[in-house]
């Protein structure tokens, strides 16, 4: 404890959001080069700061648009901040969108190979963790059929067991913990749990608030964009079940 892994400074993101509906690319191109297209700006993020320890575990609280998971993507690299900036020291690994990395047409099997080189992992990494990804996402004998006829659960499953091969330095999680069924969730928080044990340094996004009670020592509290209140987890969690 007591070594930042994660520093945000001041971070904002802004979208420009179309006043008008335009139906096709055509009619796009021609509004846009007469100066005709009208946007709104809208800040999703602003002026948001704080600094994450080595060991420690925050949730992120807010309702819907509040602006938790463009955060996540700011700090995971998926998005480039408009403004303030942001420092990571060490191995991130994030769990955003389960199966985003997937190839519809590909099989199970070869979607593990595929998703684990986007995750930086070696062909000789994956083949070693190959049986273990498998059992853990208890989708054996569907391995050898197209991603495109996997459930939504089943997909779920194998990229949590994919990304969750490793012990990553830093975590972060978007609401990955209420993918599947029950069985499931046990058995997906339970291995979180194990990575907790191991000391890594996890960002939590949930909207169950003892989840981050039981999970987390520290948290944020965003409301459109901004951040609301940032501390011990108890004590925010309460703050935003009274609010």
């Not at 007469?34 to 709104?40: A, G, P, S, T």
């Not at 391995?143 to 330095?169: C, Q, Y």
Request: charged share 30%.
């Amino acid at each position: 404890m007591g070594k930042s892994v994660i520093k945000v400074e001041n971070v904002g993101m802004q979208f420009n959001l179309s006043q008008e509906k335009v139906d096709n690319l055509k009619e796009y191109v021609i509004k846009m080069l007469k100066r005709e297209l009208l946007f709104q700006e809208f800040w999703a993020l602003k002026n948001i700061s704080f600094e994450i320890e080595k060991g420690d575990r925050m949730g992120v609280l807010g309702l819907n648009g509040a602006g938790k998971s463009t955060l996540l993507k700011i700090i995971s690299g998926v998005m480039k901040p408009t403004e303030g900036n942001l420092e990571i020291k060490g191995k991130l690994v994030p769990l955003l969108e389960l199966g985003a990395g997937f190839d519809s047409n590909y099989t199970g099997r070869e979607n593990i190979y595929l998703n684990g080189a986007i995750l930086g992992y070696t062909k000789e990494f994956l083949d070693e963790k190959y049986d273990e990804i498998v059992e853990f996402a208890e989708i054996r004998d569907f391995m050898d059929v197209p991603i495109k006829n996997f459930s939504s659960g089943m997909r779920a499953r194998l990229g949590f067991a994919i990304a969750t091969v490793v012990e990553p330095e830093i975590l972060v999680l978007d609401e990955v913990l209420s993918v599947g069924d029950a069985k499931f969730r046990q058995k997906s928080e339970a291995r979180i749990m194990e990575l907790f044990d191991e000391g890594i340094t996890v960002l939590f996004v949930s909207h169950s608030i003892e989840q981050v009670k039981r999970l987390c020592n520290k948290a944020i509290w965003l409301e459109k964009g901004k951040i609301v209140m940032q501390g011990d987890a108890e004590e925010v969690c309460n703050k935003y079940a009274e609010s």
